[in-house]
């Protein structure tokens, strides 16, 4: 293949080329070329979104995008023992597009103070507070666990408000896939099977008659206060 | 026996999902390249999300829920059964950063109930994010709900170490605060939102030394109303959130539709929380920060200042506006594109460059992914135009869900 020395293409293409390489659909390459090409002479192309090339881009584009968002919400780090000051993290995740490197930094600049190792299918990522390294040899899944994590399942399940059930929406946001390398996952079906019931208790449980002690003697100490501030402005008048 | 730390976990985060709002963007960017644990994107992430289909983005938990007021509507309130806890300053802290290193989290939303005074309460909230950003050095997302009466030096003093600082109004009229939280005032609360604002305000001045600015609540305050609680109607709600916006310039009003609470106090309705109605108010709420409409035109049509439960507001204001559709594609102005029911801000954009090169039709709107089904109707395209549909009485028919049996507790 042989293209001209003077060929010049837009920033927004290579944003564009940049994310589409890292999708997994095998026709990426084709697409991106053809359009690079069709640039040469469409030198606006790019600003038609209604292509129907610029269009499949686009669509590409913003899987990779949900992807690189979704990898950097849901991986969860495990604390694993190491000697130094130094703590390490490691994690595993299940990415659908090439993003192990173009989520990377993004680690970095949050986590840098401590190591980790993200390990994928589709390649590895690694920080140690020096270098970034990442490779695309698939890893194995490591065998993990953290005991912080069941204090994450307790924030979990609390913060859910059974009279607002919506499961659905849950799923559009947090696809079933991500479950099984989220920990608070499995506390899931029991919060759907439970809710309904909660909610009738609760609205069973009507107000109870008797107020807790501490209310009742707030109550009799504003009282004093006020009877006091009675006692006193009649006193001064008196 | 003392509660460990996880019963109490599960207390104090029971106790805080009541405040609808989990969000972590627009605060400034920062990172941790140069020491420190932590950063911010600009975009929020959420990290999980609960059956309820709400993000979770930070750990959302009270410091205590003792409390010495009695605000009807309230779960902590001092007059309820729930079972109390705390958690020490030192404790909070250790949950932000545990949770944040193993990525549940992109950091804090710390609220409390009231204890011995609000001053008190207050200072020991700001001691959590002095120690978080000073101490451990955690450029991570910091919420900070304020007490309500606490003094202007301890609110100013939070907004240093604070992305967001935030004070629920709770009750959309002076009228609901009376009969359902009559140790709070309304007046006191709009200074402390008019306050913060002029604070917010001078921070945003370049200093002369630095040329930068003050780091002082990069992301802004916001508040939060119950809806269902009260009689208030929607163009009331929506006509406070307007005056809020402007005079305070909130970021945010938040609208979290009333739930029923265990234990709840005598004096409130007991219903299923009005979701759809929320939904719909956001969506009022979001025409009138976005799409450059007035609450005034929202809620026009509507005679018991109700929105439509059945229809999108932007739908519902199209159905009564019919004049002024169709809309041609190739020609209107930005502002009456972003009218059309269907069409999002991005859409509104990308036809604008798109139209600069071609003349647009279905198929274009199409490929625009947005659904031709619903702006049909309403615009007029290359080799289309709807001029008929607009005027079919059943228009309405067409949009609207089928009746359903009205579902009880
Ligand atoms: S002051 Fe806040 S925590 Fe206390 S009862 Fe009122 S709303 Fe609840």
């Known amino acids: ?238 | 026996m003392k509660k460990t730390l996880k019963q109490r976990l599960a207390i104090l985060s029971d106790a805080a999902k009541y405040d609808a709002s989990c969000a972590s963007s627009g605060t400034s960017k920062r990172d941790s390249l140069k020491g420190g644990l932590g950063s911010t994107e600009g975009s929020g992430i959420c990290h999980a999300y609960a059956p309820d289909g709400r993000c979770i983005s930070l750990l959302k938990i009270l410091m205590t829920n003792f409390c010495i007021y009695d605000c009807a509507y309230c779960i902590n309130r001092s007059s309820s059964n729930v079972e109390r806890a705390r958690f020490t300053p030192e404790e909070v802290v250790w949950l932000t950063l545990e949770f944040y290193r193993r990525n549940y989290i992109e950091g804090l939303f710390l609220s409390s109930g009231i204890i011995r005074n609000s001053d008190y309460t207050m200072e020991q909230m700001v001691r959590i994010t002095r120690d978080l950003r000073v101490k451990h050095g955690f450029n991570g997302y910091i919420h900070l709900k304020t007490i309500p009466e606490a003094s202007t030096k301890l609110i100013e003093e939070a907004g240093l170490f604070a992305d967001r600082l935030s004070i629920n109004i709770e009750l959309p009229t002076d009228a609901g605060f009376e009969k359902f939280a009559p140790q709070k005032h309304p007046k006191n609360i709009r200074r402390s939102m008019g306050e913060l604002k002029n604070a917010i305000d001078d921070a945003s001045e370049l200093t002369l030394q630095t040329r930068r600015k003050k780091h002082f609540v990069p992301a802004g305050q916001s508040t939060q109303m119950i809806i269902g609680a009260d009689t208030a109607s929607d163009a009331t709600i929506l006509g406070t959130s307007a005056g809020l916006y402007d005079r305070y310039r909130l970021r945010r009003v938040y609208y979290s539709a009333f739930s029923p609470i265990p234990d709840s106090s005598k004096s409130l309705p007991l219903i299923k929380p009005p979701l759809m109605r929320e939904h719909r108010l956001y969506q009022a709420d979001w025409l009138y920060r976005f799409y450059g409409f007035e609450i005034g035109e929202i809620t026009a049509g509507r005679v018991d200042g109700m929105l439509d439960l059945q229809l999108d507001p932007k739908l519902s204001w199209a159905l009564e506006n019919r004049a002024r559709f169709p809309v041609d594609v190739n020609k209107a102005e930005r502002e009456m594109l972003l009218r059309v029911p269907g069409f999002g801000t991005k859409t509104v954009d990308a036809i604008l460059v798109a139209r600069a090169h071609k003349r647009l039709g279905l198929d274009d709107l199409g490929r625009l992914r947005v659904s031709l089904k619903k702006v049909k109707p309403f615009v007029t395209a290359a080799s289309w135009s709807p001029a008929r549909l607009i005027d079919r009485v059943d228009l309405r028919g067409m949009f609207a869900p089928p009746p359903q049996q009205m579902e009880l507790l």
């Open chain 1, 1 to 238: 293949m042989h293209i001209s020395r003077s060929l010049t293409v837009p920033q927004a293409f290579l944003d564009l080329a940049q994310a589409m390489i890292c999708h997994s659909d095998p026709a990426r390459f084709a697409l991106a070329y053809r359009i690079l090409w069709r640039l040469q002479g469409e030198r606006h192309l790019l600003d038609i979104p209604t292509d129907p090339d610029v269009a499949r881009a686009r669509k590409m584009e913003k899987s990779v995008r949900r992807d690189y968002h979704k990898m950097t919400a849901f991986v969860r780090f495990k604390e694993v023992p190491q000697d130094g000051p130094r703590r390490a993290f490691v994690a595993w995740f299940e990415p659908d597009h090439h993003i192990v490197a173009r989520t990377a930094p993004f680690f970095q600049r949050r986590f840098t103070d401590m190591d980790w190792v993200i390990a994928t299918p589709m390649g590895r990522s690694a920080w140690d507070g020096e270098a970034l390294r990442c490779d695309d040899a698939p890893a194995d899944k490591p065998d993990l666990s953290d005991d912080t994590d069941e204090l994450w399942r307790t924030y979990f399940v609390n913060i859910f408000n059974p009279a607002r059930l919506k499961v659905k929406m849950m799923q559009t946001e947090m696809p079933k896939k991500y479950w099984k390398n989220l920990p608070e996952a499995e506390m899931i079906p029991g919060l759907i099977n439970g809710a309904e019931q909660r909610v009738r208790e609760m609205a069973d449980r009507l107000a109870s008659d008797t107020a807790p002690r501490f209310n009742t003697r707030l109550h009799a100490k504003t009282q004093a206060k006020t009877h006091a501030k009675i006692h006193e402005s009649v006193q001064s008048r008196s």
